[in-house]
């Protein structure tokens, strides 16, 4: 264990996306004091398709974000294109989430999450790289950060929210597991008229000349005259190394009809690409004082590519978990439930994400997206029941889809 120290803080929290600001919002409703570094300043921008589920929805709801305030764009659901057809799918209604998704740029997001975890009593500091762990002599255990600037931040325990390439995980020894699927996702921003929609299109069908690849494209209206057009790919096809992704993207754009204004000239922003960690791709999430949230412990759902949902759960999770220990007497004590972390998280997302690992290996194999695609989308039931799963959307206790879901993510094995 590690000896007393003269901490900063009792949580230091590293990184202000949305996994760091839930989890610094969640520790301050503990009443913990907490430091959140963020090494860019806000506003600043974040590779994303801008779409929040209803998961991600309730999430925000749970923290107080403003949802009706200006900017946050309502959508009913998911617009599918593939196949020849093309179809709506509201949101499921259930207990659990909201009936609907929002929009917002990532320009602008993370500060306002980040706004509101400083409202409910966290620090944050804009402007501070943190460049490794301050670990104890004589344990090993992380007992602080130290900065760019040549600083040292001391705390109880350290959490990692700093992304896929997280420095403080490799710094603690923690690399990223080959066995688990890895996206790219690459966006840009078209002025347009599908800037206004009440549905979040997503096309199943990626073609690089004849070969349908494993992964979906999007337009997503922002609401402000642009659109956000973009793709995600799966490291699960033989093609993936040798796809120019930026390339693929202008080409799939050019195919789009002429109306929509998906040209250069149109285009507001530079195409920008980011890695989409999956299924828990580090591991284990705790180790030695730190706890790793969001992209910094792959907590990306497989089926989807979805991460902000994730990240804020996550973070809740951590929180939680942290509170708990905090409120232990002996360091031994706190030891043994910060080392709970990693099976919480496995009992609430390892079989579901063991599964969407299944999904992506085998959608991976030539002939089967042609197939799903072909014999999957002209059945609405077969669609809707696809939307939960792919989604994570259901409720403990709803309907026959929702028993099937929740039963197989509960047999699948957790890794």
């Not at 320009?107 to 790289?129: P, S, W, Y």
């Not at 390339?247 to 250069?264: A, H, I, K, N, V």
């Not at 706890?291 to 996550?314: H, R």
Request: aromatic share 8%; net charge neutral.
């Amino acid at each position: 264990m590690p000896t007393a120290i003269q901490a900063d803080a009792d949580v230091i929290v590293v990184g202000a996306g949305p996994a760091g600001s839930a989890t610094a919002f969640y520790l301050a409703q503990a009443g913990l004091d907490v430091l959140l570094l963020e090494k860019t300043r806000f506003p600043r921008e974040k590779v994303c398709g801008d779409g929040l589920t209803p998961r991600a929805v309730k999430q925000l709801q749970n923290m107080g974000v403003d949802i009706d305030a200006p900017g946050w764009i309502r959508n009913k659901g998911l617009r599918v294109v593939g196949g020849g057809l093309r179809f709506e799918l509201d949101w499921p209604r259930l207990e659990r989430f909201p009936d609907f998704g929002l929009v917002r740029t990532r320009q602008d997001f993370d500060q306002i999450v980040a706004a509101n975890a400083v409202k409910n009593g966290v620090r944050l500091m804009e402007g501070v790289t943190v460049t490794g762990p301050v670990l104890d002599d004589r344990s090993g255990h992380i007992v602080g950060v130290t900065t760019k600037d040549g600083r040292e931040y001391r705390s109880r325990v350290v959490v990692a929210a700093d992304g896929n390439s997280t420095r403080l995980a490799l710094s603690m020894g923690l690399h990223k597991r080959e066995d688990r699927p890895m996206g790219v996702a690459v966006r840009t921003y078209f002025e347009s008229p599908r800037h206004d929609d009440d549905y979040l299109e997503t096309w199943l069908e990626l073609w690089d000349g004849d070969t349908l690849l494993p992964g979906y494209g999007w337009v997503f209206g922002v609401g402000d005259g642009t659109a956000n057009v973009g793709l995600g790919l799966l490291n699960t096809s033989a093609q993936f190394k040798n796809i120019d992704y930026r390339d693929l993207l202008r080409r799939w754009c050019r195919s789009m009809p002429q109306d929509w204004g998906f040209t250069e000239e149109n285009m507001t922003a530079p195409i920008r690409g980011a890695a989409l960690p999956m299924a828990f791709n580090r591991q284990p999430h705790y180790t030695r004082g730190l706890l790793l949230v969001g992209d910094s412990g792959g907590s990306i759902n497989p089926f989807n590519g979805e991460g902000i949902a994730y990240a804020m759960e996550t973070g809740e999770i951590a929180a939680e978990v942290i509170a708990k220990a905090f409120r232990n007497t002996t360091p031994a004590q706190r030891e043994r439930i910060l080392r709970t972390y990693p099976q919480v998280l496995k009992d609430a997302y390892g079989g579901y994400f063991t599964l969407g690992r299944l999904f992506v290996e085998a959608i991976g194999k030539p002939g089967v997206m042609s197939f799903g695609t072909r014999h999957g989308l002209p059945h609405p039931r077969l669609m809707r029941f696809a939307l939960k799963l792919l989604g994570n959307l259901t409720d403990r206790r709803g309907d026959a889809s929702d028993m099937i879901i929740n039963a197989l993510s509960k047999v699948a094995p957790s890794a």
